[in-house]
């Protein structure tokens, strides 16, 4: 079981969502001990970042680079379990890169995602213009990763407003809800007591990456409420 003062490690991607992530749980006083970043050597510029921020912290943290995207790879995936930490908060690359395969690792460990969509309505991908399409509303839920996608325990759930400058999601504002649900649910946690939301499987609940056309008419209708 997961022990209420358990101390967690962050693994980072080479992307803007990851360097959010850095700023606000530094922000909040939760910047782990221990940070695994899986650099893409082809994003040059948030590996600058992303290097220059953690070189704030290099005695306070124990960071460990492998220059290798897949978090299936098995090299990256037995380091993780012989960590000592239980808890991982997790800030993958998105699609087929960030879909942890290993089932042990997903039993051995306690691995925090959060998705920016309310579930178990809105499973899958870019489901944040899929709600604002439908309900005209943004969610974000911070989960348990489990073997079945986007269908762990729930540990926090929060509905965000509707950015004024529309355009913005995609840049930084969906970055910026899951960081911030991330530290409620890490906040809520360190609580004795907690009960977490069911996530239960509906039918026709997963969404796949909205086409341009269909993500750009979403933000104009939006605009025009």
Known sequence: MLKKNCKSTLIISSN???????????GNYLLPEKIVFLKDRKEKFFNKKILIFLNKYKTKIDLKIFNNTQINNSVISNYLKNLKSKLFLVSLYPGKKGIIK?????????????HSGKLPEYKGSTTIYYS?????????DTFFLSEKIDQGKIICSNE??????????????????????LVAALKK????????KT?????????YIMHPILRLLTINKIKNV
Do not use: G, V
């Not at 803007?16 to 530094?26: A, C, D, F, G, V």
């Not at 290993?102 to 959060?114: A, G």
């Not at 604002?132 to 974000?140: E, G, S």
């Open 102 to 114: 290993d089932k042990s690792l997903l039993k051995k460990k306690f691995l925090i995602h959060s």
């Open 132 to 140: 604002l399409l439908k309900d005209k509303k943004i969610w974000c």
């Open 189 to 196: 946690l360190k609580k004795k007591k907690i009960k977490f």
């Open 199 to 207: 996530n239960k499987k509906i039918k026709n609940s997963y969404y």
């Open 16 to 26: 803007q969502r990851s360097m959010t992530y850095l700023k606000i749980l530094e």
């Open 160 to 181: 965000y407003p509707i950015p004024k400058n529309i355009t913005s999601i995609d840049k930084n504002y969906d970055a910026k809800i899951r960081a911030l649900n």
